[in-house]
């Protein structure tokens, strides 16, 4: 039987005998003797326990569900459904119907609209309050779920990566480090991964009264801006990206490392299954350089992308939350950013399930 929502977990002797990490248990020891409010749903409290080990990611086939959906989407797009777009070029935030209780066909229509919209806003839903199996269920729809080598994760559900920021906990700062005066950080998640992840779902359980949204950009948006003789010299390049600072971040501080880290080729532009875009894929967060560039000519190069991204504020966009919220993205064609700009006494609470797609595919002039 699988724990109720409303389960706290508690460290067993049995558990550290088994060497949870000391991050686990420092977090056990605050989240008891806090004078705070506890959370509002424990069972997503991050759970970390160096003991857990994962075989290393194999290759798998995949087809987008997207590429099976119905352009017109009659299963999303129903007369109860309104669209209220954030911005042009990405950004939509879809109320009247919920996720939860949509057909196959439904989940394919969303991971088309996801990826010709990029960023899906559903507000007041329930999905929060479903079984852990219920939820996984659901995002398996759009690939094998990934799990993450070093976050916090629900414990006995290592599917789910639990962000989370509270008085005492802030793996944001201690990973980036606090003597930042900008601490915006724009990635894309998980892309050292062979199979990186596409429609991506995340959810709100705490929110603090302002601030703690997610800014979005379009790298379709990105690429087009681009001229096209910049265009046809991207195109054919490959860039590295790690998983290593992560990984040795987690291990300094006594955290997990659930597989040993992997450094990836991916094409610098790859090309959406179900759309046919063009997209850039880089990313400050993972993206370490360029094969075949000398060191100076990589560095050059992903600097001028990683700013034209960063700066291009005409195609981002800015998701507020409240508890409810599920915010569903394709990891293929955006980058993101945490906004760590709320109270440090305030609690936000958020869970991502993170289905992997295909191989990137590369563009071609």
């Known amino acids: 039987m699988a724990p109720s929502v409303s389960e706290i977990a508690t460290t067993t002797t049995e558990e550290i005998s088994r060497g949870v990490s000391k991050l686990q248990l420092k977090s056990e020891t605050e989240k008891q003797t806090s004078q705070e409010v506890p959370p509002s749903y424990p069972l997503y409290y991050p759970h970390f326990d160096v003991t857990e080990k994962f075989s290393p990611t194999e290759i798998f086939e995949f087809t987008d569900p997207g590429t099976r959906a119905d352009p017109k989407k009659p299963h999303l797009l129903t007369e109860s459904t309104s669209l209220r777009h954030l911005s042009p070029y990405l950004g939509t935030e879809v109320t009247g119907i919920q996720i939860s209780n949509l057909s196959s066909e439904g989940l394919d229509e969303l991971a088309l609209l996801a990826a010709e919209r990029k960023v899906l806003v559903f507000p007041d839903q329930d999905f929060k309050d479903l079984a852990p199996e219920k939820q996984i269920a659901i995002a398996r729809h759009f690939g094998p779920i990934q799990i993450h080598p070093t976050s916090g994760n629900a ?3 290592p599917e789910f990566h639990v962000v989370y920021r509270d008085a005492n906990n802030n793996r944001f700062e201690e990973y980036r480090g606090a003597n930042r005066a900008n601490r915006t950080s724009w990635h894309s998640d998980v892309s050292y991964e062979k199979q990186t992840p596409g429609t991506t779902l995340f959810w709100i359980l705490d929110q603090p009264e302002v601030g703690g949204d997610t800014l979005f950009s379009s790298q379709v948006e990105a690429y087009n801006r681009l001229s096209p003789e910049f265009k046809k010299r991207l195109e054919g390049l490959r860039a ?16 997990p490392v659930r597989r040993e880290p992997v450094e ?6 790859r090309v959406h299954p179900a759309t046919g875009e063009k997209a850039l894929y880089i990313n400050q967060g993972f993206t370490k350089y360029i094969v075949g560039f000398k060191d100076e000519e990589s560095e050059y190069l992903l600097k001028f992308l990683f700013d034209h991204i960063s700066k291009g504020a005409d195609f981002h966009v800015r998701a507020s939350y409240h508890p409810g919220t599920v915010v569903v993205w394709d990891n293929r064609v955006t980058v993101h950013s945490a906004t760590n700009d709320f109270d440090k006494v305030a609690r936000r609470h958020a869970v991502r399930l993170t289905p992997q797609a295909e191989v990137p595919i590369p563009a071609t002039a």
Do not use: D, F, M, N
């Not at 590295?240 to 955290?255: I, L």
């Open 155 to 157: 414990k006995g559900y």
């Open 240 to 255: 590295v990206h790690s998983a290593v600072p992560q990984a040795e971040a987690s291990r300094q501080r006594g955290g």
């Open 264 to 269: 990836t080729e991916h094409p610098l532009v």
